[in-house]
Nanobody, 117 residues
Framework: VQLVESGGGLVQAGGSLRLSCAAS????????MGWYRQAPGKQRESVAS????????NYADSVKGRFTISRDNAKNTMYLQMNSLKPEDTAVYYC???????????WGQGTKVTVSS
């Protein structure tokens, strides 16, 4: 499974960005997917996750009400709509996919999000 993120960039505080994660390869193996982020000097943290059918989502408290995770299985793509962005949202955002059958976790290369104050 290969994951490619896109959509990062520079935005002013209060603005919006939409990240995409395109999956290819043996995507049939993928169960849950999620977004993580890592700010400079900090550990990678979970931002949001979504189940295979998209019926269940989870969010970090810091992004609840501002970010929305979704997936289009027909396009093998996951999204993260980020609204009301804050400078503390600045980080490299990574796409993650998990295959339960093989107990494998896949990662994308990351896309950088910078929020200016």
């Amino acid at each position: 499974v290969q994951l490619v993120e896109s959509g990062g960039g520079l935005v002013q505080a209060g603005g919006s960005l939409r990240l995409s994660c395109a999956a290819s390869g043996s995507t049939v193996r993928i169960n849950s997917m999620g977004w993580y982020r890592q700010a400079p000097g900090k550990q990678r943290e979970s931002v949001a996750s979504i189940t295979s059918g998209g019926g269940h989502t989870n969010y970090a408290d810091s992004v609840k009400g501002r970010f929305t995770i979704s997936r289009d299985n027909a396009k093998n793509t996951m999204y993260l709509q980020m609204n009301s962005l804050k400078p503390e949202d600045t980080a490299v955002y990574y796409c993650n996919a998990r295959a339960i059958a093989t107990m494998t976790s896949y990662w994308g290369q990351g896309t950088k999000v910078t929020v200016s104050s």
